[in-house]
């Protein structure tokens, strides 16, 4: 299943899913909550997920979506690289975050690894997991400023 609120990413990605014989495109989805109400009817293996949309983000939807279906996998497909919405994306249950820029064969293998409960990230995400595993915040950075004073 596809979810994102770009009519031609969607179209590219199902387009794309159709040179693979090994792959079936379960349904789309414009919006985290048109997910949630379509996946009750298409019952998808997998989910490639936008980050960022409008009415429910894609963090927010992945956890839903993995609440009530845990046998769903969820791979966050998206062009951003900041470490705040990796680790969003990873904590609400997402088997993989890969980068829009990667090539059909990588994401036609991510696809196959999180159907058989591998995940996949790709090479610039996992360097953004370990510069912030090796370069943690300096105490009190995560404080607010008032529980700086006290």
């Not at 966050?76 to 993989?96: H, P, Q, R, V, Y």
């Not at 293998?109 to 912030?132: D, F, K």
Request: hydrophobic letters at 45%.
């Amino acid at each position: 299943m596809l979810v994102d609120d770009h009519t031609m990413v969607r179209r590219g990605l199902a387009t794309f899913l159709m040179a693979f014989e090994d792959m079936e495109l379960a349904g789309e989805a414009e919006s985290g909550q048109q997910a949630l109400e379509r996946c009750a009817e298409a019952n998808p293996d997998v989910i490639l997920m936008d980050m960022m949309m409008p009415d429910m983000d894609g963090a927010t939807t992945t956890r839903t979506l993995r609440q009530q279906n845990p046998h769903i996998q969820v791979i966050a497909l998206t062009s951003f690289k900041e470490l705040d919405l990796i680790k969003n994306a990873l904590d609400a249950g997402a088997i993989g975050y890969l980068l829009k820029d990667i090539t059909a064969e990588e994401l036609a293998q991510a696809i196959r690894s999180a159907h058989a409960g591998r995940g996949t990230l790709s090479p610039e995400i996992g360097q953004v997991l370990i510069q912030a595993a090796n370069h943690p915040p300096e105490p009190g950075l995560d404080l607010t400023p008032r529980e700086r004073e006290v």
